[in-house]
């Protein structure tokens, strides 16, 4: 079912003169929903790219499904109507409740492998194996080139839709970053530069709001992907000298700050 919608403004350019001066404006409406079975393979897409090269380690059917068994939770964003593809989405999966499934045991289990690569992460290394934790998984992916517009508007529903009072001890929200990297490929394919890049050891959102996050996450860090695959750096170039490296990256906020959390997402992207 329709929630809202957002408007959001876009340029594009003139395919005539190319000139700077003739730009016309694109009003684009954004539309959100419950998630439903019509989002499926939009759904396991977005989970593809959120989980970049380990996704062929879980199973994303399983997780899709699980979206989708709970509408009144999470949002869906389009732009043509119920039956188009999502270009977004957000929602939230209780571990605890969740725990004898097996997509979410396979998941947890992924994620504590992983977790546990990195010591900055080591408490939530350990509250994904406690029994007295109960987390709720913050799952959300967008396409590349969606604005930022939208993720206020998608935290501030998620929230209102959360159980009175809040039964979580934390909010996990799972992302991504990425690094810049040297390229591999042989100097005659790479573009001529006077000096290249060294691996990079800056972090870089792909998700502009976790940046704000990070501010009220108890716990934040990164791990690399299980399945590396050596030339995918050189194959996001995007014409640039240096590829680019993702890494897993998580967030931990205790429940009582989720609150504060969304309003800092909000005021961060300029909605508030």
Same mark, same amino acid.
């Given at each position: ?14 395919? &005539? ?36 090269? &380990? ?5 994303? @059917? ?106 979580? !001890? ?6 991504? !970053?990425?690094?810049?990297?040297? @390229? ?49 750096? &050189? ?38």
């Amino acid at each position: 079912m329709g929630k809202r919608k957002a408007a959001e403004n876009g340029h594009a350019g003139s395919d &005539d003169s190319g000139s700077d001066d003739d730009i016309s404006m694109l009003d684009v409406d954004f539309e959100f929903f419950s998630p439903a079975e019509i989002d499926f393979h939009g759904l396991k897409s977005l989970l593809r790219q959120l989980f970049d090269s &380990d996704a062929e380690s879980l199973d994303l @059917s399983g997780l899709a499904d699980l979206i989708i068994s709970q509408p009144s939770i999470g949002s869906t964003v389009k732009c043509d109507g119920e039956e188009s593809d999502p270009f977004a989405f957000l929602t939230v999966l209780s571990l605890h409740d969740h725990a004898s499934n097996p997509v979410i045991a396979s998941l947890v289990s992924y994620l504590s492998s992983r977790s546990a690569t990195n010591p900055a992460l080591a408490q939530l290394t350990s509250l994904l194996s406690s029994s007295d934790a109960n987390v709720a998984l913050v799952l959300g992916e967008r396409l590349i080139n969606m604005p930022t517009a939208v993720v206020p508007a998608l935290y501030t529903m998620l929230t209102e839709e959360l159980p009175t009072p809040v039964p979580y !001890t934390h909010f996990l929200v799972l992302s991504k !970053t990425y690094a810049e990297v040297a @390229s591999t490929l042989p100097s005659s394919d790479r573009p001529s530069k006077k000096s290249r890049p060294a691996d990079s050891e800056e972090t870089f959102y792909f998700h502009a709001e976790d940046e704000a996050l990070a501010r009220v996450a108890e716990v934040s860090g990164g791990w690399d992907y299980a399945r590396v695959d050596e030339g995918a750096s &050189d194959a996001r170039r995007a014409f640039q000298d240096a590829g680019i490296r993702p890494r897993g990256f998580a967030l931990l906020v205790k429940g009582e700050r989720w609150g504060e959390a969304v309003e800092v997402v909000g005021k961060y992207l300029g909605q508030e």
